[in-house]
T-cell receptor
Framework: KAGVTQTPRYLIKTRGQQVTLSCSPI?????VSWYQQTPGQGLQFLFE???????NKGNFPGRFSGRQFSNSRSEMNVSTLELGDSALYLC??????????FGEGSRLTVL | LAKTTQPISMDSYEGQEVNITCSHN???????ITWYQQFPSQGPRFIIQ???TKVTNEVASLFIPADRKSSTLSLPRVSLSDTAVYYC??????????????FGGGTRLMVKP
């Protein structure tokens, strides 16, 4: 079956802009979580959605937001981009609690 | 969630067995130990999960002593393609709080020819 699909794979933005990243989970998976990975901070949890509700939230500013649709697809948005937001953004899905299946990520570069 | 400590890096040669140890002194009664593998520019991939004693699958074995304060991931006969970062995590499955994994720095394994 198809894995977790993230789009776009690469994107370049400038400071102050906003960006929306998309994640399509594995069919049947209702939990979608997002992570940010940078060389300095490693893998950090952003938030998790389950059945269109945010179930967990990491320690990130309000510029980072997300949502989940009825088909379990999820989007995350970052507003007022800063240089430090340059990172690999990873989405993961799971049936519920347990093994996470990660996508290949969206690499964001902020200039 | 219990914090984990693992070596920053390890080197090995093709065909050798590699053992990566992880310390998790504050593991709670219902926590499980989970290992993920990550290649550059890819998302982590689940390798194995266990609660106690030994768990084995087609990829690796996980050894957990009785006190559960540490665990060892064993990769038999590694190849160059096993070069990756390996993360040890302590997770609490089957809970209503949801999925929120805390990744540490991981162990960067370099397999040499």
């Amino acid at each position: 079956k198809a894995g977790v699909t993230q789009t776009p794979r690469y994107l370049i933005k400038t400071r102050g802009q906003q960006v929306t990243l998309s994640c399509s989970p594995i069919s049947g998976h209702r939990s979608v979580s997002w992570y940010q990975q940078t060389p300095g901070q490693g893998l950090q949890f952003l938030f998790e959605y389950f059945s269109e509700t945010q179930r967990n939230k990491g320690n990130f500013p309000g510029r980072f937001s997300g949502r989940q649709f009825s088909n379990s697809r999820s989007e995350m948005n970052v507003s007022t981009l800063e240089l430090g937001d340059s990172a690999l953004y990873l989405c993961a899905s799971s049936l519920d609690i347990g093994e996470l299946f990660f996508g290949e990520g969206s690499r964001l570069t902020v200039l | 969630l219990a914090k984990t400590t693992q070596p920053i890096s390890m080197d090995s040669y093709e065909g050798q067995e590699v053992n990566i140890t992880c310390s998790h002194n504050n593991i709670a009664t219902n926590d499980y130990i989970t290992w993920y593998q990550q290649f550059p520019s890819q998302g982590p991939r689940f390798i194995i999960q266990g609660y106690k004693t030994k768990v084995t699958n087609e990829v690796a074995s996980l050894f957990i002593p009785a006190d559960r304060k540490s665990s060892t991931l064993s990769l038999p006969r590694v190849s160059l393609s096993d070069t990756a970062v390996y993360y040890c995590l302590v997770v609490l499955p089957f809970n209503n709080a949801g999925n929120m994994l805390t990744f540490g720095g991981g162990t960067r394994l370099m397999v040499k020819p």
